[in-house]
């Protein structure tokens, strides 16, 4: 098992950045891809970012390629997300997630909320 806890959320401005965590716990993390996602209500969750064991990999989907960027450590069991420029389109649920195949995501964590006024 692999706890996830999200944290870095809040209410910020368009044009303001905002970093988050997920803190990882269990099993070791440095054997897991990790990947950032988000989710509106009423729509359906959005692939994000997501980054390779060793930190070395990543991808992001266009929406948001150019304007965050995922890292990871993995002394301190956690990844991050910097979240730039951020507009209010970009207000959702954010959530980490955690698997051992490069899509296949096994873990979740409860999500931070990130609401970004125009």
């Known amino acids: 098992q692999v706890q996830l806890v999200e944290s870095g959320g809040g209410l910020v401005q368009a044009g303001d950045s905002l970093q988050l965590s997920c803190a990882a716990s269990?099993?070791?993390?440095?054997?897991?891809?990790m990947a950032w996602f988000r989710q509106v209500p009423g729509k359906e969750r959005e692939f994000l970012a997501r980054?390779?064991?060793?930190?070395?990999?990543?991808y992001y989907t266009d929406s948001v390629k150019g304007r965050f960027t995922i890292s990871r450590d993995n002394v301190k069991n956690t990844v991050y997300l910097q979240m730039n420029t951020l507009k209010a389109e970009d207000t959702a649920l954010y959530y980490c997630?955690?698997?051992?195949?490069?899509?296949?995501?096994?873990?979740w964590g409860q999500g931070t909320q990130v609401t970004v006024s125009s």
């Open positions: 997630a955690a698997g051992l195949g490069v899509q296949d995501y096994q873990y």
């Open positions: 269990g099993r070791p993390f440095r054997f897991y891809w």
């Open positions: 980054i390779s064991p060793s930190g070395t990999s990543t």
